[in-house]
């Protein structure tokens, strides 16, 4: 019976660690940007509404430009993809929405390779939802 009470417990502290999550807006007012990784590329989003996306190591996939953002969790991005050290069209234009959701307030401090800054990259789990070319 303590077995039960104590995951009961557990797990509604959990429920309201969760709820006082700032959301990635607050965030980025408060810190000015908002970064975080999926091993081989670092997204980064600033308070000027400009958007970064690098590769983590020598040679990757590129996207500069813009985000918005609608409500609280998904952020469509407009920019120029690329690639690092690689073969790149001149205006490869697209957009993509992705989903972002804070896991916790853990970091981690990074050395950004291409923007030589560093960062403080936030756990998160994501999906990109849509990625569309643009004429």
């Not at 409500?71 to 001149?90: A, K, L, P, Q």
């Not at 804070?102 to 401090?109: G, I, K, P, Q, Y």
């Amino acid at each position: 019976m303590l077995f039960v009470i104590t995951v009961i417990l557990a797990l509604l502290a959990g429920t309201s660690i969760e709820a006082e999550l700032p959301s990635i807006i607050e965030i980025i007012d408060e810190e000015g940007q908002f970064a975080f990784t999926d091993g081989s590329s670092t997204y980064l989003l600033l308070d000027d509404g400009s958007f970064y996306l690098e590769p983590t190591g020598l040679s990757g996939r590129a996207v500069e430009g813009n985000w918005t953002n609608s409500d609280s969790n998904r952020f469509e991005i407009t920019g120029i993809w690329g690639w690092y050290n690689g073969i790149s069209s001149i205006d490869d234009k697209r957009r993509m929405t992705i989903f972002i959701y804070l896991r916790s307030m853990e970091t981690e401090v990074s050395e950004l390779l291409w923007r030589s800054a560093d960062s403080k990259l936030y756990d998160v789990y994501f999906t990109i939802e849509e990625i569309t070319k643009i004429e």
